[in-house]
């Protein structure tokens, strides 16, 4: 018991230094084991955000993958499509051509400078005394785009030989403007950029727009600046109202329910 006491006396102790030391590597081992605590959490929030930008890209892929597909083979389509397997644009593009000759075959054979045509009854009509060419002019920017040049030079002499606006008629000055005037300037337009079907120095479409154009000035004259509903061509005198539509008597109002 004696030489254990001596003993333990005589064990050296610690000095200062080495118990810093040592919580030091405790401390060092405490932290080192929260890092470990923390970064598994860490990884998995990021792969979670990683995995919902991966899906949002795939899903916005394939979104582009089918509109590409539908503007490829749609004529909607943002961009020049192509022909495809799926769609025959060439045979498209010669029924509708095929359906408008038919249609103006008939109209030649049973209404030609007529104002109007009834291809069920084979017949046609005027909507003045000499007739305005209405289904032709319409009919003039078609058949250059579709260069159908044979029917386009007959509509063309009938314009420069038969056509006149100097007739004692009352027309729709919208619907005159719109038609008449517009369907001849693209036809202008149309030749001067189309030199198979028309020469560029052709100017009965332009003069025929311009004769027009005087014969319709009178409906923007008002004192309102707002253009007259009505126009007569070959008095060249706006109306508020067509003559037919100011003779009407007022509708009758409708009778009381109350007695």
Avoid at 66 to 84: E, M, Q, T, V
Avoid at 130 to 153: C, F, H, Q, R, Y
Wanted: charged letters at 25%; glycine letters at 6%.
């Amino acid at each position: 018991m004696a030489q254990t006491k001596e003993a333990r006396l005589r064990k050296p102790s610690r000095s200062p230094g080495i118990r810093k030391e040592t919580s030091g590597r405790a401390k060092e081992a405490a932290a080192a084991s929260k890092i470990g605590r923390i970064r598994p959490a860490a990884s998995a929030s990021r792969w979670r955000r990683v995995r919902k930008a991966l899906s949002l890209l795939g899903f916005i892929a394939t979104l582009v993958f089918y509109i590409s597909r539908w503007a490829r083979d749609n004529a909607l389509g943002f961009s020049h499509y192509k022909p495809s397997a799926l769609v025959d644009w060439d045979y498209r593009r010669e029924a509708v051509k095929q359906a408008f000759v038919t249609s103006w075959e008939g109209y030649v054979k049973d209404a030609w400078g007529k104002d109007v045509y009834r291809p069920r009854s084979h017949t046609g009509g005027y909507m003045s005394p000499k007739g305005l060419g209405w289904v032709i002019i319409d009919s003039l920017d078609t058949m250059m785009l579709m260069n159908l040049t044979e029917p386009l030079a007959a509509a063309r002499k009938w314009l420069q030989c038969d056509l006149t606006w100097d007739q004692d008629q009352d027309v729709n000055t919208f619907e005159t403007t719109i038609r008449m005037m517009g369907g001849l300037l693209s036809a202008h337009y149309l030749s001067t950029k189309l030199p198979d079907v028309a020469s560029k120095r052709d100017s009965v479409y332009l003069a025929k727009a311009v004769d027009l154009a005087d014969h319709l000035l009178a409906g923007f004259e008002s004192r309102s600046g707002i253009p007259y509903a009505s126009v007569n061509l070959g008095k060249r005198k706006g109306y508020r109202l067509m003559p037919t539509e100011a003779r009407r008597p007022p509708p009758k109002p409708p009778p009381s329910s109350l007695r």
